[in-house]
């Protein structure tokens, strides 16, 4: 099944249209454009730069991808935006290109649903299964894992690192790393309780549920201290996988900046 093309969209002869893709009336497709199987894009959109999306994506009209990053030091190198499978981008959301700083790729996964207005910034890396609400704002290098939410009006600082299976509460200011399997919330974002709805849609176990609770009550509510707290639940054992992970991505968070893991290198700010 060939591609159809609105009579009033500017598509370079030089883009790589896939099977199938559908393209809205007064889009502009730049030629190192790759857009796979069934990808349905609507008017008024945006595809510019080294950027490549994958099958059965659906955009939404006045998105624009792949244009320069918002970084005064870029200098108009070809680096790309990665798009994977099955993604919904509502109206006026922006991916912008990576800078030059990491590995020259900003990526999004699969089966996101990105709401109007949310903007993704250069150097990201977007898991999959996310749902990022009206206008999020997420700032340059920041890495969100797989089945994240983040509500309306949230701003992500750069280089800060979201957890899996974490929900961020609406309008949120999010300055560190959020740990995974919690909910936060708050101007400054402040660790709440478990997200015990979203770990037993994803079909946790209670025990992965009762081990996560005795540790959130442990750090955020006797503050105890990261080692305490991973002596005192690690010698109780077993050691459940989510309980290392959690401490893990702690530790992590303790090697950046203002703590956010990936805050380390002066070049990369």
Do not use: W
């Amino acid at each position: 099944m060939s591609a159809t093309i609105a009579q009033t969209a500017v598509v370079d002869p030089r883009a790589q249209i896939g099977e199938g893709v559908q393209i809205g009336h007064f889009c502009v497709i730049g030629p190192n454009v790759k857009l796979g199987d069934r990808t349905r894009v609507g008017d008024h959109v945006t595809l510019d730069g080294v950027t490549s999306i994958g099958c059965d994506n659906q955009i939404f009209p006045h998105v624009s991808i792949g244009t320069n990053p918002q970084d005064v030091s870029y200098r108009n190198t070809p680096t790309r935006v990665e798009i994977g499978d099955g993604n919904v981008f509502r109206e006026q959301v922006t991916i912008n290109r990576a800078s030059e700083k990491e590995d020259g790729v900003t990526r999004v996964g699969d089966h996101n649903y990105l709401m109007t207005g949310t903007h993704i910034a250069h150097d990201c890396s977007i898991g999959s299964r996310i749902v990022l609400a009206n206008n999020c704002m997420i700032g340059g290098h920041a890495h969100i894992a797989d089945d994240v939410t983040i509500a309306g009006g949230a701003g992500v600082h750069q280089f800060v690192s979201i957890g899996t299976l974490s929900f961020v509460g609406a309008m949120t200011r999010i300055l560190q790393d959020v740990p995974p399997f919690v909910i936060v919330d708050g101007a400054d974002a402040r660790p709440r309780c478990v997200n015990t709805v979203g770990l037993k849609r994803h079909d946790y176990t209670d025990d992965d549920i009762a081990v996560l609770t005795q540790a959130f009550r442990l750090l955020y509510r006797k503050r105890i201290g990261v080692e305490p707290a991973r002596d005192q639940l690690f010698a109780t054992g077993p050691i459940r996988p989510v309980l290392r992970h959690l401490f893990d991505c702690l530790d992590n968070s303790c090697l950046g900046r203002a703590g956010r893991g990936r805050d380390r290198r002066k070049k990369a700010a």
